[in-house]
T-cell receptor, first 113, second 110 residues
Framework: ETGVTQSPTHLIKTRGQQVTLRCSSQ?????VSWYQQALGQGPQFIFQ???????GRGNFPPRFSGLQFPNYSSELNVNALELDDSALYLC????????????FGPGTRLLVL | EDQVTQSPEALRLQEGESSSLNCSYT??????LFWYRQDPGKGPEFLFT???AGEEKEKERLKATLTKKESFLHITAPKPEDSATYLC???????????FGPGTRLSVLP
């Protein structure tokens, strides 16, 4: 167990809706990253937050947005859902400035119909 | 652009049959190379971090090695519980994220 938790575990939405996924980082970790993992593929980086500010972003459109709170919990928001957004969404946390290893949560499985 | 490839895509072994998984990478300044294990429908589980060529790390039946262009994950006398997808990722000195490979799906048959 890494100490990184995510909610909900599963979610079903319809095309065009909006969704919010939540993550609670491992205690003491100040950096959180979000990844999208399609079936049979490796995780793809969405964005990263450090000290409540986004400081890195992958090749994802602006309808993917996020927040990091002072207690290091985090949210991923996706607007105008598309069928291709169906995937496992992973949250990972680490301590910037110390070790580089990221520790992942169990993920949220999103299905868009 | 940083890239990671993994081979083979899938591997079936008999219990006790040792083998190696390959991770080839190109990166603009290696900050670290990371191995994870992922069971179906779950988040990746951390295995190893390697920082420089020549470095090796071991854990139970697994041993990871690193050169300037690739990393190997050696599995000695595997057991059925070692069946999983093994992911390799790199971090560079300029970005904040990891670039993952597609993974190797390992099946160990009893």
């Amino acid at each position: 167990e890494t100490g990184v938790t995510q909610s909900p575990t599963h979610l079903i939405k319809t095309r065009g809706q909006q969704v919010t996924l939540r993550c609670s980082s491992q205690s003491g970790h100040n950096t959180v990253s979000w990844y999208q993992q399609a079936l049979g593929q490796g995780p793809q980086f969405i964005f990263q937050y450090y000290r409540e500010e986004e400081n890195g972003r992958g090749n994802f459109p602006p309808r993917f947005s996020g927040l990091q709170f002072p207690n290091y919990s985090s949210e991923l928001n996706v607007n105008a859902l598309e069928l291709d957004d169906s995937a496992l969404y992973l949250c990972a946390s680490r301590i910037t400035g110390e070790e580089e290893t990221q520790y992942f949560g169990p993920g949220t499985r999103l299905l868009v119909l | 652009e940083d890239q990671v490839t993994q081979s083979p895509e899938a591997l079936r072994l008999q219990e006790g049959e040792s083998s190696s998984l390959n991770c080839s990478y190109t990166v603009s300044g290696l900050r670290g190379l990371f191995w994870y294990r992922q069971d179906p429908g779950k988040g990746p589980e951390f295995l190893f971090t390697l920082y420089s060529a020549g470095e090796e790390k071991e854990k139970e039946r697994l041993k990871a090695t690193l050169t300037k262009k690739e990393s190997f994950l050696h599995i000695t006398a595997p057991k059925p519980e070692d069946s999983a997808t093994y992911l390799c990722a790199v971090g560079n000195n300029y970005g904040q994220n990891f670039v993952f490979g597609p993974g190797t799906r390992l099946s160990v048959l009893p």
